[in-house]
Nanobody, 124 residues
Framework: QVQLVESGGGLVQAGGSLSLSCSAFGRTFGNSAMAWFRQAPGKEREFVAAISWSGDITHYADSVKGRFTISRDNAKNTLYLQMISLKPEDTAVYYC?????????????????WGQGTQVTVSS
């Protein structure tokens, strides 16, 4: 059974930092694009960042560019999201996702596997 398990969420003050991890079980994703999405209360799920299977291609939402960094360690089958200069509007449940193949996409429909999410709350 394929599972993506996020960790690292929590409560932080505005301007602070958090690091999220997403560990994959049941399947290796070394050949798959992966991504982070988030969903705030009352809002639709939105794209945050994506990374190619090799890690050499990354895409970011404009709202997080320059503050968030996506990376991966294929040997550990783990995806990361480093977040700095956090803002209250970054408050959301953050989900990691893995695609079936190597295509990097900002669209949720491109991703087949999803984690259960981890809460990030940024206080003002």
């Amino acid at each position: 059974q394929v599972q993506l398990v996020e960790s690292g969420g929590g409560l932080v003050q505005a301007g602070g930092s958090l690091s999220l991890s997403c560990s994959a079980f049941g399947r290796t994703f070394g050949n798959s694009a992966m991504a982070w999405f988030r969903q705030a209360p009352g809002k639709e799920r939105e794209f945050v960042a994506a990374i190619s299977w090799s890690g050499d291609i990354t895409h970011y939402a404009d709202s997080v560019k320059g503050r968030f960094t996506i990376s991966r360690d294929n040997a550990k089958n783990t995806l990361y999201l480093q977040m700095i200069s956090l803002k209250p509007e970054d408050t959301a449940v953050y989900y990691c996702a893995a695609a079936w193949g190597p295509i990097v996409s900002m669209f949720a429909s491109s991703y087949k596997y999803w984690g259960q999410g981890t809460q990030v709350t940024v206080s003002s």
